[in-house]
Structure formats: structure tokens, C-alpha cells
């Protein structure tokens, strides 16, 4: 049995035969093979006074409701202006959007969606979707129209020039905010 513990809020169990089949949009981790061990923040990483103890008492499989639901994963929106695309220099506009991403997320830091789309076993296979705006008055009104429904996000007001070049959205389950975007096209 290899043991793998860290220090985050998740403690993993592999057997040595065990096969990792990695898909470009998901992993398969055999139940039988793999435990997986939640822990809250507050909480002690070890259930005994020994940090020796053996992962072989945490194996278990998970419970069916803590496999991540594909039909419902984790996404961040960042829309660019078409705008600033066609006039701007590709890498200044793709720094817009890093911007608004970042922010978001940093904003949102304590936000459970965003600690999930941040934790470890998700930091490889991120889901983010980045579409177009015609120009500044399309964003600003998107930005109003998410402000209006409760949607977190950042709206990246470039400075000095105090221009709205792109918006972010925390990180959501697709289903609650894919409806707010499915007008815009994808960013080509």
C-alpha cells in the first residue's frame, strides 16, 4: 500500500496495482483501489495522536455523493471584448482576461465552489469558457445583468485609461450560470 498524505483537506490511499486511466476530461479512479478521506479545515488531519498511523484503516470507498457530478462541474466564464481583440495585441488581451480571472477567483477565495475548482485533485483539470462581447457596452451590460442576479464576478476596469476590457465569473456549477451566457459566442 503507498500512502499518500497531505497536509490539504484530502488524504488518498492507492494500492501499488492500482491504474489511473487519465482522459483529457476525466479521471477513472477504481473504487476498490482508492480511498479517499475528506477532512474539514478545522479538523486534525489523524484520527490518533500518531502521525504513523497507517492509511490502511481509511480504506473505504467514498460515498457515491462525493464523486464530482459531470453533469454539474465547477466553471468560470471570462469574457473579452471583440473589440480589443481585433485593435489590441493578442498577449495584452489574453493579460485582461488573466486579470479578471485571478480577481475573481481571489475575491471568492472563501466561497466553497471556488475552494473546490481550487483544491488539488481539481487544479490540473480546471473548466473555464471564454467568450466574446461585441464592445464596452455589451460588457457593462452583462456585468449589470449578473450583478442583478447575484452572479460574483469581476469586471476588469483597466487603469489608468479606466476601461472595461473584460468580466470573470467565480467559479459556479455550470447549471446555475450557463443561462447567462448562451447569447455570447465562443472567443476565436
Avoid at 88 to 93: A, D, E, F, Q
Avoid at 110 to 132: A, G, Q, R, W
Wanted: aromatic residues 6%; glycine residues 2%.
Amino acid at each position: 500500500m503507498i500512502s499518500v498524505i497531505s497536509a490539504s483537506r484530502f488524504t488518498f490511499s492507492i494500492s501499488k496495482s492500482t491504474k489511473l486511466c487519465s482522459c483529457s476530461r476525466s479521471r477513472v479512479w477504481p473504487s476498490s483501489s482508492l480511498s479517499l478521506r475528506s477532512r474539514n479545515r478545522n479538523s486534525n488531519l489523524f484520527s490518533s495522536d500518531s502521525m504513523s498511523e497507517s492509511a490502511e484503516s481509511n480504506s473505504a470507498p467514498p460515498p457515491d455523493d462525493s464523486v464530482e457530478k459531470t453533469a454539474d462541474v465547477l466553471i468560470q466564464y471570462v469574457v473579452l471584448r471583440r473589440d480589443l481583440i481585433d485593435s489590441w495585441p493578442l498577449g495584452s488581451v489574453v493579460t485582461q482576461g488573466c486579470h479578471a480571472s485571478v480577481s475573481a477567483v481571489w475575491l471568492n477565495k472563501d466561497d466553497p465552489h471556488t475552494f473546490e475548482y481550487c483544491s488539488p485533485h481539481n487544479i490540473d483539470s480546471m473548466h473555464k469558457v471564454t467568450l466574446e462581447v461585441k464592445g464596452e457596452t455589451q460588457i457593462v451590460n452583462l456585468s449589470e445583468k449578473l450583478r442583478a442576479n447575484s452572479i460574483a464576478h469581476k469586471l476588469w476596469i483597466e487603469q489608468p485609461e479606466n476601461i472595461p476590457t473584460c468580466l470573470a465569473t467565480k467559479p459556479y456549477p455550470k447549471s446555475v450560470v450557463s443561462a447567462f451566457f448562451k447569447k455570447l459566442k465562443l472567443c476565436k
